[in-house]
């Protein structure tokens, strides 16, 4: 834990109640030593800050609030962080009380000093925090305090907020976050379709981090064509995907080898491939050029086309010029054919080779 647990006296759990002015040099030491770890292996961390689950009760035996730092019968200084008295702690993850978020911006502090001369970080305020404008209002305030604390030192990290973020315009217009992960609004159909079934096309106002946990997991385990599918959709369109991988071992649902997640972490990687290849940073998703509706494309330079449609022929609207051509077989994650091919500029025919769906990459030759 972050905090020293000094006593005197016993929290909810039965250990020593927390000290939330000392800091566990430990915590802090761990939590810089999975980061350089992680980035040895080329991996990006979010270091998430804050945790929504950790001050509300969710029935049964989870009621993870009983036992947190600032709930008043765990911490010697006196904090009380369910001020209402209903036995939850959503005043924490708010503005109400000026001594916690004293401690709160003291942690942010700490976690900066630690990791901040490492270029492999994100910074995630608070995962899955109930949405609400108490919260929002909170999690603003976090992330300017971030990038108020970093600007002072050597390097300056991306900072997010995610989950608590519904797929609105609101959130990517008024959020002073470099990127977002939306969720998926379930009493709205709409959010479904934009982030699952045809992802919509990212923007570039934040950095899009589409996460599968956020947006309905289930289906993204069990079944193969829909995960797969879904990763080409995201990134040709803009977004970052990522898996919610397995949690556990002992529920089917959650078997890391279940199909979904196979199939998602190989089409991860296949895009990946392309995403090393591509010039991203001169590339935007751009759906008008591909009757697919699915093209990533720098004009006239570099065109990446996904066909989620079973050997069905599309056009491309090209530049006039001789272009290479791959076509990818994510199904079998193997280029199964290339060659040059000359366009006279506007739509381009292009005839899959294979059945099933297909991914065509185009270059120019002059580059």
């Known amino acids: 834990m972050p905090c020293q647990r000094t006593g005197p006296g016993k929290a909810g759990d039965g250990e020593l109640k927390f000290d939330v002015t000392k800091f566990n040099q430990a915590y802090f030491d761990r939590l810089r030593s999975r980061v350089i770890a992680a980035r040895d292996r080329g991996i990006y961390v979010s270091v998430m800050l804050f945790q929504g689950w950790c001050v509300f009760k969710f029935g049964g035996n989870h009621d993870p609030w009983l ?11 006196g904090l009380d962080g369910d001020p209402n008295g209903n036995r939850e702690g959503e005043e924490v993850h708010s503005l109400r009380i000026p001594a916690i978020i004293r401690r709160q911006e003291a942690y942010v502090r700490k976690v900066i000093d630690t990791v901040n001369d490492l270029d492999n970080v994100l910074y995630e305020i608070s995962n899955e925090t109930k949405p609400s404008a108490a919260t929002k209002e909170w ?89 797969r599918r879904w990763v ?103 280029t199964l054919a290339s060659g040059q091919v000359e366009a006279p500029g506007g739509a381009q025919q292009f005839k899959m080779p294979f059945e099933g769906e297909a991914v065509l990459y185009l270059k120019a030759r002059s580059f």
């Open 67 to 77: 036992y947190h730092p600032l709930h008043k019968g765990n911490n010697v200084n």
């Open 232 to 334: 080409w959709k995201a990134f040709v369109r803009g977004h970052n995907p990522i898996l919610m991988d397995a949690l556990q071992i002992d529920d089917n649902l959650w078997t890391p080898n279940g199909a979904g997640l196979v199939a998602g972490r190989q089409a991860m990687g296949h895009s990946r491939t392309y995403a090393n290849r591509m010039n991203l940073a001169s590339t935007t998703p751009q759906p008008g050029l591909a009757s697919t509706r699915y093209c990533l494309a720098n004009v006239g330079v570099e065109y990446l086309i996904y066909q989620p449609k079973t050997g069905e022929s599309f056009f491309v609207q090209l530049k006039a010029g001789k272009y290479r051509y791959e076509w990818f077989d994510p199904v079998k994650g193997a």
């Open 139 to 227: 999690e603003y305030h976090i992330v300017r305090y971030v990038k108020q604390y970093e600007a002072g030192k050597p390097k300056q990290h991306p900072v997010g907020v995610t989950s608590n973020s519904v797929f609105t315009s609101d959130v990517l217009d008024s959020s002073p976050s470099e990127w977002v992960s939306l969720r998926r609004d379930w009493s709205k159909p709409e959010t479904e379709r934009v982030l699952r079934l045809d992802p919509a096309v990212a923007d570039g106002r934040k950095v899009s981090i589409l996460d599968t946990d956020h947006i309905g997991a289930d289906t993204f385990i069990k079944d193969a064509a829909f995960s």
